[in-house]
T-cell receptor, first 111, second 111 residues
Framework: EDQVTQSPEALRLQEGESSSLNCSYT??????LFWYRQDPGKGPEFLFT???AGEEKEKERLKATLTKKESFLHITAPKPEDSATYLC????????????FGGGTRVLVKP | NAGVTQTPKFRVLKTGQSMTLLCAQD?????MYWYRQDPGMGLRLIHY???????AKGEVPDGYNVSRLKKQNFLLGLESAAPSQTSVYFC??????????FGEGSWLTVV
């Protein structure tokens, strides 16, 4: 059965304190790994897609990396506006290319 | 959340009532999805469609029906609402480049 596990469940950071979020997965036939940001009361907002081990993508203070078993979302020098829940999802090569999500990591950045 | 619109945004139903959630996308995407999001459970796929006139079951399809009569619309129906269907519902569509975009969500409470 496809599984996606995110850790930690919650993360409290001081502004400027860099950290990493983990997404570990066990799937057969990975097509892609997605990262989304979700603000309270909103839908998930697309951040990155990673397709192969060793791939990295960056956007402002966020950097996503992928290995064969896990992905990391690095937040460098975070600001309060980076506070959100970050969702990881895997897409498999079947079943309509659906996404299977992890439980998310709630990030709070304090000024 | 580009181009995916959900209606209504909020609804309160009594147990046993029926209702339909409407998802509309203006991006000409073939694939569309309905997810529900519950605390501690993450996002789970209810039903999906790979094109006009097609539907398929996801992880948690029981108690829901869907229809895709027009390419731009994907309807989610509850024939006899139950308190267990209290949730936030998200519609999504997938572009040919594989990115999946989500709507803003529909908050449903069944009392």
């Amino acid at each position: 059965e496809d599984q996606v596990t995110q850790s930690p469940e919650a993360l409290r950071l001081q502004e400027g304190e860099s950290s990493s979020l983990n997404c570990s997965y066990t799937v057969s036939g990975l097509r892609g790994l997605f990262w989304y940001r979700q603000d309270p009361g909103k839908g998930p907002e697309f951040l990155f897609t990673l397709y192969s081990a060793g791939e990295e993508k960056e956007k402002e203070r966020l950097k996503a990396t992928l290995t064969k078993k896990e992905s990391f979302l690095h937040i460098t020098a975070p600001k309060p506006e980076d506070s959100a829940t970050y969702l990881c999802a895997v897409q498999i090569k079947a079943a309509g290319n659906k996404l299977t999500f992890g439980g998310g990591t709630r990030v709070l950045v304090k000024p | 959340n580009a181009g995916v619109t959900q209606t209504p945004k909020f609804r309160v139903l009594k147990t046993g009532q029926s209702m339909t959630l409407l998802c509309a996308q203006d991006m000409n995407h073939e694939y569309m999805y309905w997810y529900r999001q519950d605390p501690g459970m993450g996002l789970r796929l209810i039903h999906y469609s790979v094109g006009e006139g097609t539907t398929a079951k996801g992880e948690v399809p029981d108690g829901y029906n869907v229809s895709r009569l027009k390419k731009q619309n994907f309807l989610l129906g509850l024939e006899s609402a139950a308190p267990s269907q209290t949730s936030v519902y998200f519609c999504a569509s997938r572009e040919p480049g594989n990115t999946i975009y989500f709507g803003e969500g529909s908050w449903l409470t069944v009392v």
